[in-house]
């Protein structure tokens, strides 16, 4: 069972940045294509950014683009999550995702979930 360990949520302003880690248990990350979900309070949860096995190529929410950046470090068989110029609309639970089969930009093909850390920007 692969697992998927997220930290770097927290309290701030708008404005401000945070930058999110997930921790995969095994080589997941050099393995597989590797995202990030988020859901605000009662909203469905939605794509937020993904990136392929090599990290050549990074896929972005409109939400998001210019303001997120999403890396790995298959080494450290960690996914990052850069986030910058945050805004209130950005508040939510984010979860790490990885999939198998191909970039995940919709949860049908994601194979494994975070627990979720909570991101809160007040304005």
């Known amino acids: 069972q692969v697992q998927l360990v997220e930290s770097g949520g927290g309290l701030v302003q708008a404005g401000g940045s945070l930058r999110l880690s997930c921790a995969a248990s095994?080589?997941?990350?050099?393995?597989?294509?590797m995202g990030w979900f988020r859901q605000a309070p009662g909203s469905e949860r939605e794509f937020v950014a993904a990136i392929n096995w090599s990290g050549g190529s990074t896929y972005y929410a409109d939400s998001v683009k210019g303001r997120f950046t999403i890396a790995r470090d298959n080494a450290k068989n960690t996914v990052y999550l850069q986030m910058n110029s945050l805004k209130p609309e950005d508040t939510a639970v984010y979860y790490c995702a990885a999939s198998r089969v191909r970039v995940p930009r919709s949860e049908g093909v994601v194979d494994y979930w975070g627990q979720g850390t909570q991101v809160t920007v007040s304005s």
């Open positions: 095994q080589r997941t990350v050099a393995s597989y294509f």
